[in-house]
């Protein structure tokens, strides 16, 4: 109390939104790592497999890639905050472009997927030997110019506090158009689907198809289903993400320590989606749930599925006197279970 009677103690409300503060702030550091370790296992199992299209393997590369990016840049950004407090916190504009960079290009590698499992459909009969790097360089190099470019622009406008932060137009633009997509896209992938299933029953039926005709259309039948949640949970990224860019661009919430609450929230939340994604991505394709399995296994984290990993293990083990035996055992494995689910 000072000399005039009043406390000088913070009130309730202040001490509320402290402790909210610090909550959310660890709760956050804890998502980002775990989320970093699944984008990482993520990166090398992909890396690893054969099955998958190289073009769609260097999108879901490049999915992985930013997520990881996105979160050692808010890793980084939760242990300054934690060390030097939030009224002393200031980013660098590194961690800036980090963030930013992560965000824009995470939500438009979800368009560009679309897009190539409407090709894989269109052209099922030939799609499979198309294997030139034509289409990765056609959406990377525009898709990561726009996101460094965003980064760019909005790193030097931030201030330490989000409050005072600007967002570029870009950003804003790229928000309202994503989600739009976004929505045309889920409707996009229902159809394309049903489309692919009655095709594939009606080559089933006549008998007309080549082999690998019926293994590409199967292959994008699974893989579609693999990937539907990635659409709707990119969706979810969007429109999560609208509200805080639109209190960053129009500077709605004034109060440090309240936006500071908003703003951690809304990034736990992108974490978790983030994470979503990335299991999803695993667990719903069997081969990629098999060998993260397998590493969890070694790692004697599940001891209890030794006997069934150590079996896989020995099936997909199989030697053959070829160059290529390894990637000819492992698509005649995936082969088989697609035969065994769509026949």
Same mark, same amino acid.
């Given at each position: 109390?000072?000399?005039?009677?009043?406390?000088?103690?913070?009130?309730?409300?202040?001490?509320?939104?402290?402790?909210?503060?610090?909550?959310?702030? @660890?709760?956050?550091?804890?998502?980002?790592?775990?989320?970093?370790?699944?984008?990482?296992?993520?990166?090398?199992?992909?890396?690893?497999?054969?099955?998958?299209?190289?073009?769609?393997?260097?999108?879901?590369?490049?999915?992985?890639?930013?997520?990881?990016?996105?979160?050692?840049?808010?890793?980084?950004?939760?242990?300054?905050?934690?060390?030097?407090?939030?009224?002393?916190?200031?980013?660098?504009?590194?961690? !800036?472009?980090?963030?930013?960079?992560?965000?824009?290009?995470? *939500?438009?590698?979800?368009?560009?997927?679309?897009?190539?499992?409407?090709?894989?459909?269109?052209?099922?009969? /030939?799609?499979?030997?198309?294997? !030139?790097?034509?289409?990765?360089?056609? @959406?990377?190099?525009?898709?990561?110019?726009?996101?460094?470019?965003?980064?760019?622009?909005?790193?030097?406008?931030?201030?330490?506090?989000?409050?005072?932060?600007?967002?570029?137009?870009?950003?804003?633009?790229?928000?309202?158009?994503?989600?739009?997509?976004?929505?045309?896209?889920?409707?996009?992938?229902?159809?394309?689907?049903?489309?692919?299933?009655?095709?594939?029953?009606? @080559?089933?039926?006549?008998?007309?198809?080549?082999?690998?005709?019926?293994?590409?259309?199967?292959?994008?039948?699974?893989?579609? /289903?693999?990937?539907?949640?990635?659409?709707?949970?990119?969706?979810?990224?969007?429109?999560?993400?609208?509200?805080?860019?639109?209190?960053?661009?129009?500077?709605?919430?004034?109060?440090?320590?309240?936006?500071?609450?908003?703003?951690?929230?809304?990034?736990?939340?992108?974490?978790? *989606?983030?994470?979503?994604?990335?299991?999803?991505?695993?667990?719903?394709?069997?081969?990629? /749930?098999?060998?993260?399995?397998?590493?969890?296994?070694?790692?004697?984290?599940?001891?209890?599925?030794?006997?069934?990993?150590?079996?896989? *293990?020995?099936?997909?083990?199989?030697?053959?006197?070829?160059? *290529?035996?390894?990637?000819?055992?492992?698509?005649? !494995?995936?082969?088989?279970?697609?035969?065994?689910? @769509?026949?």
């Amino acid at each position: 109390m000072n000399t005039n009677g009043t406390t000088t103690t913070p009130s309730p409300a202040e001490d509320w939104r402290d402790i909210c503060i610090k909550l959310v702030i @660890w709760t956050n550091l804890a998502a980002f790592v775990a989320q970093l370790s699944l984008s990482a296992l993520n990166i090398v199992l992909l890396a690893r497999t054969s099955v998958l299209h190289p073009n769609l393997k260097m999108i879901l590369l490049s999915q992985s890639a930013s997520f990881c990016i996105f979160a050692i840049g808010h890793i980084w950004q939760m242990c300054i905050m934690l060390a030097l407090g939030i009224e002393h916190w200031t980013d660098g504009i590194v961690i !800036k472009i980090l963030l930013v960079f992560g965000v824009v290009y995470s *939500n438009f590698i979800g368009h560009v997927m679309l897009v190539e499992r409407l090709i894989a459909t269109l052209m099922s009969k /030939r799609y499979e030997n198309w294997k !030139k790097p034509h289409f990765s360089l056609i @959406w990377f190099i525009p898709i990561f110019s726009f996101s460094l470019f965003n980064a760019l622009q909005s790193a030097p406008n931030e201030t330490s506090s989000p409050v005072g932060g600007n967002v570029g137009i870009g950003i804003m633009v790229a928000a309202y158009i994503s989600i739009v997509l976004s929505v045309a896209e889920i409707f996009a992938c229902f159809y394309i689907d049903a489309q692919s299933r009655k095709r594939y029953a009606i @080559w089933a039926k006549n008998g007309t198809h080549s082999l690998s005709e019926r293994y590409q259309l199967a292959q994008n039948i699974r893989t579609f /289903r693999q990937l539907a949640p990635t659409f709707v949970l990119h969706l979810a990224n969007l429109i999560v993400a609208l509200p805080t860019t639109l209190l960053l661009y129009y500077k709605l919430i004034l109060d440090t320590k309240l936006y500071m609450v908003v703003w951690l929230t809304y990034h736990l939340a992108l974490t978790v *989606n983030n994470g979503l994604i990335e299991f999803t991505l695993i667990w719903r394709h069997p081969i990629l /749930r098999n060998e993260t399995l397998n590493f969890l296994t070694a790692l004697r984290l599940f001891k209890g599925n030794n006997q069934i990993c150590t079996a896989q *293990n020995a099936n997909i083990g199989v030697q053959i006197g070829t160059k *290529n035996g390894g990637e000819m055992i492992e698509m005649e !494995k995936h082969f088989q279970m697609l035969q065994k689910e @769509w026949a």
